[in-house]
């Protein structure tokens, strides 16, 4: 009775620690372990898409210029008393400036929209692909899976690589817009 109290008790203390602590790893503690800045990186490309606005394509700004200088000169010369072709070319030559800045604004827009649009499609991509790999290395930890640990350290370095480089795409395609 004596040596089989001993051999559990023996038996428990080999095997049991690497399974409980194999079994206390939860999938958000593999995040905050592996992916800790991960929230951070999405904090970022969300302030780079709200940087976005109708001013920061090149064209709008110089029509917006241009549109206020236009507008600028037609009011000079309606105070001025100008004659009335100088006023009709003035006002036609501010008409179309402001149409051509709307239309600037218009084209600027949907550029905008859609690259906000496509990175938050990135975005939802890459965390599928997270959730993916916490998965595996939650397998892993709970001992569930065969990989040897030099193959499951090259995958989540990989894995790591993969989603450090995707956020730097996304944050440099959303300042390159003009």
Do not use: W
């Amino acid at each position: 009775m004596k040596k089989s109290l001993a051999l559990l008790l023996i038996m428990i203390l080999v095997l049991s620690p690497s399974k409980a602590f194999a079994e206390n790893y939860t999938l958000s503690t593999v995040n905050k372990l592996y992916f800790e800045d991960y929230k951070t990186r999405i904090k970022e490309v969300k302030d780079a898409q709200k940087l976005l606005k109708n001013g920061s394509c090149n064209d709008v700004i110089l029509l917006s210029k241009k549109s206020q200088a236009s507008t600028e000169n037609y009011k000079k010369l309606v105070k001025s008393k100008a004659s009335k072709t100088t006023l009709a070319s003035a006002k036609a030559l501010r008409d179309q400036d402001k149409k051509a800045l709307s239309a600037a604004r218009k084209v600027c827009s949907k550029k905008i929209n859609e690259a906000k649009r496509e990175s938050n499609a990135r975005l939802k991509e890459l965390d599928n692909y997270k959730n993916e790999l916490a998965k595996m290395i939650l397998n892993h930890l709970k001992e569930r899976d065969q990989l040897s640990q030099d193959s499951f350290n090259k995958q989540v370095y990989g894995g790591l690589t993969y989603i450090d480089e995707t956020f730097t795409s996304i944050t440099q395609s959303l300042k390159t817009i003009n």
